[in-house]
């Protein structure tokens, strides 16, 4: 029997940003008037209701603005005795007269505050919390919650423990659509929830002395496919998402995508020990009486008791579990580890293609693989740097609290790019008399498999103990023509908790001609960065080492980046390696081949990018793994 | 007047919306027309709902109830 958890969230806004701002409305901005305030709270009163009504709980997240209004806590007091709901505590909604007046700014960002405003705006909301309820919140949310300001609220208000703290892939994407207007990036964090570390809230924590003690959700459940290419706020279980994205039938009003979208991450459930999730946190601006762009009331309306319709459907037949916030949070710590991956396999459900993704994520890195592309791995990020970065006023980094990537294939152009250089992306290439075939051209799709270790390996844990797993991305194989020869492929990618490396296996098998060899490249394409911008790759030093020898001896080839597009090669070489310490990250490519020869690639200034990898001859039959690894370094 | 205001809906541009940008369209009255201050679109609420119709090509799979996920 496996458990669909829904957190059902509902903030009382009093000024919620898209009421107020309305292009040419021809009204003078006016924060503290009394119809936006009362049509916040009528909006409120829905969304609440329409929970109810479907027979689920909600978490009432009070905003700054709300605990000014009497009916505002009153309600939220009700609904609290007569359903049980839980009454958390919103970073979200500071905007109104008495914010603006008491911190003389238009700011309404959390996490971009300095840190000193931070402390005083977090100590003046909960204390705030506490004299209108009498007693101290258990959750929190932001959009974004950065590392110090989660230890800060989990030192000084302990009660707290669970937060919404990111929007999965909210970063240039969501500013471009925005016209550039949307001045806050958090792209590389998990879709699902996750403890954070205490060192960045987008890492996830490897071990107790890593907690920062709370139970962190996304905002939103995205679609895992269509808001890694698009605007984030089309795709998730947000009802007026799928009528910002404009997928719904205009005659009928259906939208059957957000039912697919909510299924699909049901079905997840098989893949992570018995558990899937889902949260819906929706502000009352986007169900506003004047309507929402071309969306009219009565269609945001009904796409909202759609929306929690089909979730009360669900709970009827016993197929979901409604929770607080607080009740998720303790659900949690008791049903996962702290190496215990979150692991999704996501097809698309939007486009009609036969696009499949895998998406892997624990406390050493969040990666995808693209089955589209022969299982290449197109997204990377280092969680085991577990790398600091404190974002907000005075920081030296206002706005970007983005994770960094290695790999990000819509960013840095991934397979394909246009006249000449190398986007990131670690692949394999096939060649035979004189004809080659990149992985990345061959598209494939997969199963997942995991294969439990030795009894003797076990994770540390928040409840006992658990046996460590190997997840066993395991393609279809293709078959490849080059020259006169055609021969099989299969990939099999495997990720083991606890361990920092992602291994690829390919075997190939079924030659036209049985003496035959084929030349295989394996490689990574790398560089780092948060936009799509690049960066200065000053710095990042590449190596190859050969195995020690008798005496312990090993030999050593470096670069030092300089954009000269020079590479160096070592025949029989134990590893290739980067040292990037912008991102004080090192990343290693090794190879089960003692034979094969390891190469390192610089780049150049048109082509801002690194390669490491390893060439080899392999012929009928035979397998052959290259494992990227990943640690930190200072 | 001169200065122009939003129209019956708050319509976004459809030429920028297939580029993955949300821009509110302003509403010339003496005209009759939605007009976007970013790219050079223009046109009567009939086009706007016809390009939006067009702008839902890319979803293939938009109506389609899915029963499997592997």
């Known amino acids: 029997m496996s458990d669909f958890i ?21 009204k003078k901005e006016n924060i503290g008037r009394s119809d936006l305030r009362d049509e916040s709270l009528d909006i409120f009163r829905f969304q609440q209701e329409t929970a109810h009504k479907n027979g689920l709980k909600t978490t009432i997240q009070m905003t700054y603005a709300s605990m000014f209004s009497d009916e505002a806590v009153a309600l939220a007091k009700e609904d609290h005795e007569r359903w049980g709901d839980e009454i958390g505590l919103s970073l979200l909604g500071l905007p109104c007269q008495q914010f603006r007046e008491k911190y003389h700014t238009r700011e309404f960002c959390i996490w971009m505050f300095s840190m000193e405003d931070k402390k005083a705006i977090v100590d003046d909301v909960f204390q705030m919390f506490y004299e209108k309820f009498g007693f101290w919140p258990e959750s929190t949310s932001s959009y974004y919650l950065d590392a110090d300001l989660i230890n800060y609220i989990k030192a ?129 601006g986007w169900l506003n009486q004047m309507g929402r762009w071309e969306a009219p009331y009565a269609l945001l309306k009904k796409s909202y008791e759609d929306g929690l319709g089909y979730y009360g459907e669900l709970k009827k037949k016993g197929e979901l579990k409604d929770m607080t916030m607080s009740e998720f949070a303790d659900y949690y710590r008791a049903k996962k580890s702290y190496n215990e991956p979150e692991c999704a396999p996501w097809r698309d459900i939007l486009y009609g293609s036969d696009k499949q993704l895998f998406w892997y994520c624990d406390a050493n890195m969040r990666a995808c693989i693209n089955m589209d592309q022969g299982g290449a791995l197109v997204d990377l990020r280092n969680y085991a740097a577990k790398q600091r970065i404190p974002v907000g006023v005075g920081t030296g980094n206002t706005v970007d609290a983005s994770y960094p990537f290695l790999i990000q294939e819509k960013y840095r152009a991934g397979y394909f790019t246009h006249y000449a250089g190398a986007g990131t992306v670690r692949s394999a290439v096939f060649s035979y008399e004189g004809q080659e075939a990149n992985l990345c051209q061959c598209r494939s799709h997969a199963h997942l498999e995991e294969q439990e270790l030795a009894a003797t390996d076990l994770l540390c844990s928040g409840n006992g103990t658990k046996k460590a797993k190997t997840r066993r991305l395991v393609l279809d ?49 790398a560089c780092y960065g948060t936009t799509e911008y690049t960066q200065d790759m000053t710095g990042v030093v590449l190596g190859l080492d050969s195995p020690q020898d008798p005496s312990g001896a090993r030999r050593q080839e470096i670069l030092e980046y300089q954009y000269h597009d020079r590479s160096k090669k070592m025949e029989g070489a134990e590893r290739s390696w980067a040292k990037i310490p912008q991102v004080k990250t090192r990343m290693s490519m090794e190879c089960s081949k003692d034979d094969a020869c390891g190469y390192i690639e610089e780049g150049y200034a048109f082509s801002p990018m690194f390669t490491l990898g390893c060439t080899m001859e392999i012929g009928e039959g035979e397998e052959v793994t290259t494992w990227l690894r990943l640690a930190r370094e200072d | 007047m001169a200065q122009a205001g ?48 067009m702008a839902r090509f890319r979803y293939g799979a938009m109506m389609k109830r899915f029963e499997t996920f592997e």
């Open chain 2, 6 to 53: 939003k129209g019956r809906l708050n319509y976004r541009c459809p030429s920028c919306f297939m580029r993955d940008l949300d821009i509110d369209m302003f509403y010339d009255a003496q005209k009759e027309e939605y007009y976007c201050i970013r790219c050079q679109y223009h046109g009567s609420e009939a086009d706007v709902l016809e390009k939006n119709e």
């Open chain 1, 477 to 525: 194989p293709v078959e490849l023509e080059l020259g006169s020869l055609t021969f099989k492929v299969q990939t099999i990618v495997s990720f083991q908790e606890k361990d920092a490396s992602i291994a690829m296996t390919r075997r190939v098998y079924d030659f036209s001609r049985k003496d035959a060899k084929v030349s295989l490249k394996e490689y990574v394409t």
């Open chain 1, 6 to 26: 829904v957190n059902i969230i509902h903030r009382p806004e009093l000024a919620p940003e898209y009421a107020e701002k309305v292009t040419g409305s021809g």
């Open chain 1, 156 to 284: 000084s208000y302990p009660s707290v423990k669970c937060a919404v703290a990111t929007c999965w892939e909210e970063g240039p994407k969501a500013y471009h659509t925005c016209n550039n207007s949307w001045y806050t990036f958090m792209d590389g964090g998990p879709w699902a929830p996750w403890i954070p570390s205490r060192q960045n809230t987008h890492a996830p924590a490897s071990c107790p002395e890593e907690d920062s003690g709370i139970v962190a959700i996304p905002h939103l459940s995205r679609d895992l496919l269509a808001c890694y290419d698009g605007n984030g706020s089309n795709f998730g279980t947000h009802p007026q998402n799928v009528l910002r994205g404009m997928i719904y039938d205009t005659k009928t009003w259906e939208f059957p995508y957000y039912y697919n979208l909510v299924d699909q991450y049901r079905s997840l459930a098989k893949y992570n020990d018995g558990y899937a999730y889902n949260m819906m946190f929706v502000g009352p």
